[in-house]
T-cell receptor
Framework: AQTVTQSQPEMSVQEAETVTLSCTYD???????LFWYKQPPSRQMILVIR??????QNATENRFSVNFQKAAKSFSLKISDSQLGDAAMYFC?????????????FGKGTSLLVTP | DSGVTQTPKHLITATGQRVTLRCSPR?????VYWYQQSLDQGLQFLIQ???????AKGNILERFSAQQFPDLHSELNLSSLELGDSALYFC???????????????FGAGSRLTVL
């Protein structure tokens, strides 16, 4: 089974600054999808951004962008111009392209604190 | 509102009891996934259904079972409850069982189960 590792249990950033959350994964597959989900205090899981492994271009969604390094099996999330509303738990997730289940495998999460 | 509806939002019960959690997927979504989120185990995939049929199983205990009905809503049954079953249970839905497409999972707000 594919494993997803988030090595930073907690991160802190000042408002308007930039922060990068790390994620690495282990897989023998060549095609797959990677996701970042956000879980604010409301507990709702919200999709932030996704990346197809066959695409070389890094995905971008407004202030959120990823640095996808396929060879290194690394998928970091960069949040620019951080806002108070960005404070949440962030989960990196892997989805198999060929696995019959297609379920998401999640990392343990990184708690992001945003300070004024 | 994500479009995925989970009931109840909160549930408190005693050890040894049985409970049923309900999930209505987003309109048009045929696939339903159940996840368990606990403090020590993170987000664990339990089971997936697609159009009424079981598609994949994760770390689901034998005391747990699920089904998806013809109207596509799903129920997760938890029996002989133990203290360790206390967790947040998420339902997610997607358009199809897998690929083509990223088939993003849309999550419900979760059902918080407390076993005393």
């Amino acid at each position: 089974a594919q494993t997803v590792t988030q090595s930073q249990p907690e991160m802190s950033v000042q408002e308007a600054e930039t922060v990068t959350l790390s994620c690495t994964y282990d897989t023998s597959e060549s095609d797959y999808y990677l996701f970042w989900y956000k879980q604010p205090p409301s507990r709702q899981m919200i999709l932030v951004i996704r990346q197809e492994a066959y695409k070389q271009q890094n995905a971008t969604e407004n202030r959120f962008s990823v640095n996808f390094q396929k060879a290194a099996k690394s998928f970091s999330l960069k949040i620019s111009d951080s806002q108070l509303g960005d404070a949440a738990m962030y989960f990196c997730a892997y989805r198999s392209y060929s696995n019959s289940g297609y379920a998401l495998n999640f990392g343990k999460g990184t708690s992001l604190l945003v300070t004024p | 509102d994500s479009g995925v509806t989970q009931t109840p939002k909160h549930l408190i019960t005693a050890t040894g009891q049985r409970v049923t959690l309900r999930c209505s997927p987003r309109s048009g979504d045929l696939s339903v996934y159940w996840y368990q989120q606990s403090l020590d185990q993170g987000l664990q995939f339990l089971i997936q259904y697609y159009n009424g049929e079981e598609r994949a199983k994760g770390n689901i205990l034998e005391r747990f079972s699920a089904q998806q009905f013809p109207d596509l809503h799903s129920e997760l049954n938890l029996s002989s409850l133990e203290l360790g079953d206390s967790a947040l249970y998420f339902c997610a839905s997607s358009v199809s069982a897998g690929f083509p497409g990223a088939n993003v999972l849309t999550f419900g707000a979760g059902s918080r189960l407390t076993v005393l």
